[in-house]
């Protein structure tokens, strides 16, 4: 069983930076490939990007890939996702997610444990 708790979250300008933190519980974090969704107002949860048990390979939707870096410290049971140069479609509640399974994950149904989700909305 994995807890997962984000934070970092807020309200920041187009074309600035963030960098929302998970923190997870248990012992056997690094047996797991993290993920980070996002769900829009009246939208799916979509994919962000993830990251291997290892840190060592990640994977990120098109939409963010260049902007976002995903990484994790496994010392620390903690995942973050560095956001660079926002935008305003990026506002969405941003959710850390744990998966139990081989090999990184991109959809909803492949992730085991959620996190609560933590708000980042992004003024034009």
């Known amino acids: 069983q994995v807890q997962l708790v984000e934070s970092g979250g807020g309200l920041v300008q187009a074309g600035a930076s963030l960098r929302l933190s998970c923190a997870a519980s248990?012992?056997?974090?690094?047996?797991?490939?993290m993920g980070w969704f996002r769900q829009a107002p009246g939208k799916e949860r979509e994919f962000v990007a993830a990251?291997?048990?290892?840190?060592?390979?990640?994977t990120y939707a098109d939409s963010v890939k260049g902007r976002f870096t995903i990484s994790r410290d496994n010392a620390k049971n903690m995942v973050y996702l560095q956001m660079y140069s926002l935008k305003a479609e990026d506002t969405a509640d941003y959710y850390c997610?744990?998966?139990?399974?081989?090999?990184?994950?991109?959809?909803?149904?492949?992730?085991?444990?959620w996190g609560q989700g933590t708000q980042v909305t992004v003024s034009s």
């Open positions: 997610a744990a998966r139990a399974g081989y090999g990184l994950g991109t959809t909803k149904t492949a992730y085991n444990y």
């Open positions: 990251v291997t048990g290892s840190g060592g390979t990640t």
């Open positions: 248990g012992r056997t974090f690094s047996s797991y490939n």
